[in-house]
């Protein structure tokens, strides 16, 4: 933030980004979404430690500061858990990140919203705690990833999955949901 009085320009931000094409990012979907991940050390018998026990209760051991969406964090310290970078992803770890370093603009514009044990029918009330002002906001890359809660649960057979057709009205009651809020440009 900051002015720059002798070009009688409103803000830096104007200046260096009102003709970028910025977007930002909002992340919906399930524990995938969310980085939920067990420690491992807390799957082995000497490897249970206290101290973050509480810390990662509260965050329903969801890391979405590590996360393929909105991560932030790069470092093995930070993420241990995390995918490691390689080549192709040029040390970028999320989509948030590498929206960034395509466009400085993009910066801290993202929402992670993924919720352990999400399906598609409450979607749509998941949907509408995205926080987006359709004046000031620029558009969003909106990703909705129900992974698995649909299909995969601790039931034999399938009959706690959710048919396709109630699939398919859910997902399309949430998607009518998402455009009421996010700023679409074709």
Request: hydrophobic residues 35%.
């Amino acid at each position: 933030y900051g002015k720059n009085d002798s070009m009688k320009m409103a803000d830096y931000e104007d200046m260096f980004c009102s003709n970028s094409d910025r977007r930002g990012l909002i992340a919906l979907g399930d524990s995938a979404t969310a980085h939920f991940h067990l420690p491992p050390q807390w799957l082995s018998p000497n490897g249970w430690e206290l101290d973050s026990l509480l810390s990662n209760a509260m965050d329903e051991l969801d890391f979405p500061q590590c996360s393929w969406s909105s991560g932030y964090l790069n470092t093995t310290s930070q993420c241990p858990y995390a995918p490691r970078p390689n080549a192709l992803s040029k040390g970028l770890l999320s989509l948030a990140g590498r929206l960034r370093a395509r466009n400085l603009c993009n910066h801290r514009d993202f929402q992670n919203l993924g919720v352990n044990g999400m399906r598609s029918g409450p979607a749509v009330d998941l949907v509408k705690t995205v926080k987006r002002d359709q004046v000031l906001d620029h558009p969003a890359l909106v990703l909705f990833s129900l992974i698995g809660n649909d299909v995969c649960n601790g039931h034999p057979g399938t009959t706690h999955m959710t048919p396709p057709e109630k699939f398919l009205t859910s997902v399309k009651e949430s998607l009518a949901e998402l455009d009421k809020i996010v700023i679409m440009r074709i």
